[in-house]
């Protein structure tokens, strides 16, 4: 009873938790949309802080002071910006002013586009055109009764006469309130210079800034917020040096290719383009629609437009797709889906302003998921780092019976790490957990049953992809064996290969492990027999049969441990010729507590690894010890 009603305790406060995480996600999306005014002006402050501030340090480096840095720095930034709207500006003007000269053009592309040019049509129409000026010029008469008022002219007004006066309509515009007006023009220009002000305040006190929000947020917890703060600084501030980059280089071969091209102002288009292009997703192809339309009104035929159109597909596909991939890597550290799932959400709390800022908001909220436990989920949601470990994501695909997948998972991490490390570091720990969940009664006969035989047939064609050549592994055993070996003791060149036999401890996950330990024995050019699980006095009559130099032992801990250690002694006291690996795969307890528990003796070994395993076998095969050296010993 007591049990239970921890149990229900606990339930209801991970259920209340729950509940307060929702209210205060909807209390701070809440208070992000009605108080956009005042944050919008100190989040583009805050931006602009992290791309100004390496440049003020620069200038702090060579001595020059804090005030003249700033000053110099957020001049020459608000200098920049204003030239480049001035200089814009006139151009859209002058573009505007050449509108009229292309009204032929524009005229016939849209005379194209309604009325294409197909014989068999137009002969259609045209015969069309033809009977419906016969029917006009000669209407039917009507055969029925003349209208009474035409019976009895002298009654009443005529039909013409009795029709309603049609009454005109103007529209009037409001007269435009001059404060409206004014405020339109002093609202945008009031917002820009507090973002100037909020800027140089954060650049001149920006030491002092970091330090109140490390002590409002980060007591008791300075380490993590310190490296927070760090992170996230650096890779906001490389993020948007670098998309400076790229995007000025996006707009000078788009203003040059629309310069070769033909259209005018193409400095324009240009800047425009590398500016919109900060907008995730959606900058490049509004960048592209005033060139377009320019291009299908200045040229006569369609060869403007579809380069025009081709040189914004083709620039942005390698820009997003290889540049942008190969410059960035890891500096942003979130997917692709987190970044257009930000655009979505910050464009409709905050407007464009929302979308110019939802990447490096995004970068700031995955960075305190990675560092505070509390917000993980952030970092799980947001990140681009696999959430799921390889030994998790085999092991899942299988629950799914998703066997292709799995294959693809292993295959994948083949590419970079060599065939031992994917036994030890991934197939293992993906059996242990099948093990874990079988023995909890989580995993179902028919799932256990496809896991196992999928990973043996998977084990095959594994094996056959990364096939070395036997010299080359013996070889590189050799040098691992010199260099473990002590002074008195040679490393020869082995006579023959011994015979290793291993067999399960327990059930068909010991089994799988022992199949992949004969397989890395073969390779290292050793004659290797897996067992199959069977009852302990089958797999002894099949061991003393094989007559092996070695036994190994595959036990997967927890659950195999007693049986591993009951069959060491069974197979030491039946098979006394032999030396005896015992392998406890991935065993995270101590290996000295755990030999001395299995009462291991003479030169019998105790492994935890696969790698460890096939490097023991090395060393029972080819270590011998100096003849000389021997009756030295034994005269001392």
């Known amino acids: 009873m007591l049990g239970d009603s921890v149990v229900a305790r606990t339930s209801s406060a991970k259920d209340i938790s729950r509940i307060l995480t929702l209210v205060a996600a909807a209390v701070v999306i809440t208070a992000l949309y009605f108080a956009r005014v005042m944050l ?55 573009v505007t002013n050449q509108l009229p000269s292309y009204k032929t053009n524009i005229k016939e592309k849209i005379d194209a586009i309604r009325n294409p040019k197909n014989r068999r049509l137009d002969k259609a129409a045209d015969a069309m055109k033809e009977l419906g000026k016969e029917i006009a010029e000669n209407p039917p008469v009507p055969s029925g009764p003349a209208p009474s008022s035409l019976k009895n002219p002298g009654s009443g007004k005529s039909a013409a006469q009795q029709q309603p006066k049609a009454v005109p309509v103007q529209v009037f515009q409001p007269v435009s309130n001059p404060l409206e007006s004014l405020n339109s023009i002093i609202t945008p220009l009031g917002s820009a210079i507090i973002v100037v002000v909020l800027t140089i305040f954060m650049l001149a006190g920006r030491e002092d800034l970091r330090n109140r929000l490390i002590g409002l947020v980060g007591h008791g917890h300075l380490n993590v917020m310190t490296q927070a703060l760090d992170d996230a600084g650096s890779r906001v501030s490389r993020y948007l040096v670098l998309q400076l980059v790229i995007n000025a280089c996006f707009g000078v071969v788009i203003g040059l290719g629309l310069y070769f091209i033909g259209i ?205 050549p036997a010299a080359a592994e013996l070889q590189r055993a050799h040098s691992d064996l010199a260099e473990l070996s002590a002074p008195e003791i040679r490393v020869a060149p082995p006579t023959h290969a011994p015979s290793v036999v291993c067999m399960p401890a327990r059930d068909e996950a010991d089994e799988i492990v022992g199949i992949m330990l004969t397989q890395l024995l073969e390779r290292a050019g050793y004659h290797a027999q897996a067992i199959s699980i069977g009852t302990t006095a089958e797999m002894l009559a ?70 460890q395993a096939v490097l023991q076998v090395g060393v029972f095969q080819q270590i011998e010890l100096v003849p000389e050296h021997a009756g030295a010993t034994e005269s001392k």
């Open 40 to 94: 919008v002006p100190l989040a583009l402050a805050v931006l602009f802080t992290f791309v100004l501030a390496p440049l003020v340090t620069a200038l702090e480096r060579i001595r020059i002071p804090r005030f003249f840095a700033i000053f110099l720095v957020v001049g020459i930034a608000v200098s920049g910006i204003g030239i480049m709207g001035w200089t814009v500006g006139n151009q859209l003007i002058d």
């Open 264 to 468: 005018p102002n193409s400095m324009l288009w240009g800047v425009v383009a590398g500016l919109l292009r900060f907008l995730p997703y959606v900058g490049a192809p509004l960048a592209a629609v005033l060139p377009i339309l320019l291009s299908l009104a200045i040229f006569p035929t369609w060869t403007g437009p579809v380069a025009t159109i081709g040189l914004y597909l083709i620039v942005e596909i390698l820009v997003a797709n290889f540049l942008e991939p190969l410059i960035y890597g890891a500096h942003t550290g979130i997917s692709s889906f987190a970044i257009l799932f930000a655009a979505i959400f910050w464009a409709l709390i905050w407007g464009p302003i929302g979308l110019l800022l939802s990447t490096p908001l995004t970068v700031c909220l995955v960075v305190l998921g990675r560092h505070i436990p509390a917000l993980q989920f952030l970092n799980i949601m947001l990140g681009d780092q696999p959430v799921l470990s390889p030994e998790a994501h085999y092991y899942q695909r299988l629950l799914a019976s998703d066997q292709a997948e799995a294959k693809e998972a292993l295959d994948d991490y083949l590419k970079t790490h060599p065939l031992e490390d994917l036994y030890d570091s991934v197939l293992i720990p993906a059996l242990a957990l099948a093990e874990q969940d079988r023995h909890h009664d989580d995993l179902e006969e028919i799932t256990e049953q496809f896991i196992c035989k999928s990973t043996k047939e998977l084990l095959d064609e594994l094996v056959e992809k990364s096939k070395e």
């Open 542 to 611: 099949q061991v003393k049969d094989a007559a092996p130099d070695i036994v190994c032992i595959s036990a997967l801990p927890p659950f195999a441990l007693l049986h591993a250690r009951d069959l060491y002694k069974r197979v030491r006291s039946k098979i006394t010729n032999a030396k005896i690996i015992v392998g406890l795969w991935k065993f995270s307890g101590d290996p000295i507590k755990a030999a001395a528990r299995f009462n291991i003796v003479g030169d019998d070994k105790l492994a935890i690894t696969l790698a």
